[in-house]
Each structure stands twice: as structure tokens, then as C-alpha cells.
């Protein structure tokens, strides 16, 4: 099909969702409610038929002056980038004024990873505090289009968080499905409040989500997960707003977690298809770390090469990590997640938790923060550096994907000195690991005295 006239939004209608696999490739209309290829049952994604545009020059100004309109669509970091979305002008879009997240400069971090500099996008800035947002405010809106009648999502935390509030706003009815017992306190404490039907499910994150598949023919159930390709296009916008934010200019290396493989997903889609459109002239190595517990996708990374065949994930029945947000064993989305790797050159590894957690610790110096999650980035940019896969003076991006507040306890553990895989979340039996918080930082008792307390500043760090 031949690009559309390039109106103010480019309308949707050549925009289908596409099966992955090259050797199938059947195109569905996007009215069409299912989560794999109905022909072979491999993951789809939506091809919006982006094609080289004429006039860069117009589209980024359009883009860049939107930021400051008051305009519903122009004030959310994802609608604000319209043009190459799957709606049309009509829809009836589901915001919280989402994305529009800052990029800081971290100098400890850079220093502690052995890099002149680092960067750190923040999605924890979003309005329920994670990267899920970008993706939720599509995939609710497509739901709305699509006429469902509940939304259902299996989660670690975050992406019910996300849903319960988006499905607040558009009047759904919302059903989360959380592993019994995994959930930081705050998760669920949000979607407590913002009103979604709670299943504590007596099983992990894995069966949950099991769970939810299953209900993928239910006809008025619509799948929130990151198998639904419209909330891939929602979080991929996230790469045009950091390039946004960066005046275009590429960097070398942009580094996520790994869970269950939406975020790296969605990331390399987009800067595949800013490459397409023309918008930047090659894309960044994309590298994914994963927690050691917890590490499907890196294991298979490492053997990559020696098998002939289609690589095959082995997923992990039993995942560990305190970093609850990417306690998954059999990521959904590991073919799409693997290929924008490959494509881009970038790696996929593994952290431990104490590296994860002192990587936490650092970002938290900056005063920035976040949760376990995201510190995995700065803790696998270090481990790539010290291997000479990330270079010293090159520009490296890292994706903060939650905030510091969604898991107070992690992080007083953490400075107490006593976290362990007992004291987070979990009531799998692990066994006790002490995890030694290299930079504790817990408070101290002191006398009810100004001098004491003027002792205590006098000794302060
Ligand atoms: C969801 C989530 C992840 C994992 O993202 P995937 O898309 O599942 O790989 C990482 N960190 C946080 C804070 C999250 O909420």
C-alpha cells in the first residue's frame, strides 16, 4: 500500500495487526480482538504502514510544538505522537496525561558503572509510577473502541495498577490477577484504590498469566497484557519521545529490564520504525537485563550461535528476585524482545541481586530513585562495561521503568541490612540469602537534645 496523504493525523486505515513470523505474515484488521496469529498461533504486532516521510523537518516541529499546547492529545507523551498510532481521530482516547517523562543526568551512576556519563529515562515519572502507563492508555482506549465489556490483566503489580486506573477513567469494569502474597504493598494498595475486582491468585506470576490466555475467547474479555499489540504501540512512543528529548541524536546504547519482554518490545519497534520513516539513520543496541533468578531469556542469549534451528526459550519454573517486577520465568514476549536485539547488536544478561541492589542504591544518591526493577539497567550497563560491550565515552541511555515508592520495603531492608529473599514479597520458601547493602544508609536513634542533634550534623555525611 502507498503512503496516505500525510494529514494533521494520519488516519488508521492501512494500519493492520501482523504475525511476526516471516514465513507467515497474515494481516488481521484491527478490529479483530485476538492475541496471536489466528493462522499460526505466533505473537502479532500492528504495522501501522509508516513509510519514509517527505518532510521530517514538519513532523518534529508538529511534535515538538505540541508539548506545549493545552489540547487532551497534545499534553499526553503518547498522544502527542499520534501520527504513528493505530486510531484515527475519532478515538476515544483514555488519558492521565502520561509519558512526558525526564531524562537526567547521572554522574555517580556513570562513574560507579565506569562510563564518563550516563543518562536515565525515567517512566517511573509516569502517572501510577511505571512505564505501564504509555502502553495502558492505548490498549484502554482500544478496548473502549472494540466494545469490551471488562478488562483483565495478569500482573506482578504494576500493570494492574495501570489498568485499574485507566479502566477507572473510561467507566470499565476491571479484573486484575496477581500472584498471592508477590505484590509490593504499595501495588496493591493502588489497585485497591482505584476500584479494580482483586484476584490473589494461589499460584506466580507465570500462572496468572496462563490464566488470562485462557480467556482470550472470551468475546467481551479484553486482554490488558503486553500480548495485546495496541499497548506495545502506546510504549513505543517512549523511544520517540527519548529521541525527542535527545534533539535526534542517536545514542549508542539504551538499556531495559527484562520481564516479560513488552518494554524491550515495544522500545525496538520504535526505533525501527523511526529508522523506516527516516526520522534517525540507524538505531541504538538495545541490551535487556534480567535478574539471575529470573534470567530465561539471557540463558538462551548466551547459547545463541551453537544451535542450528529456530532458537527455543527454556523457560524457568521457579523465578527468583526480589525485583517482584521481573519475577518471570516464561516472558510472553522473548521472539519480538530477541529480534529487535539481534537487529540492533545489543546484548542480552543477567544481574545478580546484590548488584541489583546496590545499583538501586546508587540511583537512589542521585536523588533520583527507583524501584528493584530498573536498577538491573545500571547494574548490567556496569557488568557491560567492565566486559568492553558498552565503551567508556559512549552515549549510553538507561530505562528507570518504575518508581522508588512502589517498594518501601525492599528499600528499608535494604539500608537496615537485612534483605533478604525472605523479606521481600514472597512466600515461596526461598531460602534465606542476605543481600549486604554496601551503601546502608538507616537512621539513628538520638537524644531529644540540641546537641545531640547538633552532633549528629556535625558527623553527618
Ligand atoms: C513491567 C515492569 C518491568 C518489566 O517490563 P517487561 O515489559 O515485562 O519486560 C520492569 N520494571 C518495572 C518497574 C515494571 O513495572
Keep these: 500500500m502507498n503512503a496516505p496523504h500525510k494529514t494533521e493525523h494520519q488516519p488508521s486505515a492501512t494500519a493492520v495487526q501482523k504475525c511476526i513470523s516471516p514465513d507467515c505474515a497474515a494481516e488481521f484488521s484491527l478490529r479483530e480482538r485476538i492475541y496471536v496469529c489466528r493462522r499460526c498461533g505466533e505473537p502479532l ?4 504502514g509508516l513509510e519514509k516521510v517527505a518532510d521530517l523537518e514538519s513532523l518534529k516541529g508538529r511534535w515538538a510544538s505540541r508539548a506545549t499546547s493545552r489540547d487532551a492529545r497534545d499534553r499526553s507523551g503518547v498522544w502527542r505522537y499520534r501520527e504513528v498510532l493505530p486510531f484515527d481521530d475519532r478515538a476515544p482516547i483514555v488519558t492521565l496525561f502520561e509519558g512526558n517523562t525526564p531524562i537526567y543526568d547521572a554522574p555517580k551512576c556513570a562513574q560507579y558503572a565506569g562510563l564518563t556519563a550516563l543518562t536515565l529515562k525515567h517512566q517511573g515519572a509516569n502517572p501510577t509510577g511505571s512505564f505501564k502507563d504509555t502502553g495502558m492508555t492505548a490498549a484502554v482506549t482500544q478496548a473502549v473502541i472494540s466494545g469490551a465489556r471488562a478488562v483483565v490483566c495478569a500482573s506482578t503489580g504494576n500493570t494492574a495498577a495501570s489498568l485499574a486506573a485507566y479502566a477507572a477513567r473510561a467507566n470499565l469494569k476491571c479484573v486484575v490477577l496477581l500472584p498471592e502474597g508477590q505484590v509490593s504493598a504499595a501495588k496493591l494498595a493502588q489497585s485497591m484504590d482505584y476500584g479494580a475486582t ?3 491468585v494461589a499460584g506466580n506470576f507465570d500462572d496468572c498469566m496462563r490464566l488470562t490466555q485462557e480467556l482470550a475467547d472470551v468475546e467481551w474479555i479484553y486482554i490488558a497484557n503486553s500480548v495485546n499489540p495496541f499497548r506495545i504501540e502506546g510504549q513505543k512512543t517512549v523511544a520517540y519521545e527519548l529521541m525527542m528529548q535527545r534533539d535526534w541524536q542517536v545514542p549508542d546504547h539504551v538499556v ?3 520481564g516479560n519482554m513488552g518494554n524491550s518490545s515495544a522500545l525496538g519497534k520504535g526505533f525501527a520504525e523511526m529508522k523506516r520513516m527516516g526520522l534517525i539513520d540507524h538505531v541504538p543496541k538495545l541490551s535487556i537485563v534480567q535478574a539471575e533468578g529470573a534470567a530465561p531469556l539471557a540463558q538462551l542469549f548466551s547459547k545463541l550461535g551453537q544451535a542450528n534451528s529456530a532458537p527455543e526459550i527454556e523457560t524457568v519454573s521457579n523465578p527468583k528476585t526480589l525485583a517482584t517486577a521481573i519475577k518471570i520465568g516464561a516472558p510472553i514476549s522473548w521472539k519480538k524482545a530477541l529480534r529487535a ?7 542480552v544478561i543477567s544481574v545478580t541481586e546484590q ?4 545499583a538501586k542504591a546508587m540511583i537512589g544518591r542521585e536523588g533520583i530513585g527507583c524501584e528493584p526493577a530498573s536498577a538491573a539497567t545500571v547494574a ?3 557488568k557491560l562495561t567492565a566486559a568492553g560491550k558498552i565503551g567508556k565515552n559512549e552515549a549510553v541511555v538507561a530505562v528507570l ?3 522508588v515508592l512502589k517498594d518501601p520495603d525492599y528499600v528499608a531492608h535494604y539500608h537496615r541490612g537485612t534483605l533478604s529473599l525472605e523479606t521481600g514479597a514472597q512466600v515461596d520458601g526461598a531460602k534465606s540469602q542476605l543481600v549486604s547493602g ?3 544508609n538507616a537512621p539513628r536513634r538520638v537524644a531529644a537534645t540540641k546537641e545531640a542533634i547538633i552532633e549528629s550534623v556535625e558527623r553527618a555525611h
Excluded: W
Design 45 to 48: 504486532e500492528i504495522d501501522c
Design 198 to 200: 482483586i484476584l490473589e
Design 256 to 258: 531495559v529490564p527484562g
Design 341 to 347: 536485539v539481534l537487529q540492533s547488536g545489543g546484548n
Design 355 to 358: 548488584e541489583l541492589a546496590d
Design 380 to 382: 548490567g550497563i556496569k
Design 401 to 403: 521503568t518504575g518508581n
Design 438 to 440: 554496601a551503601f546502608r
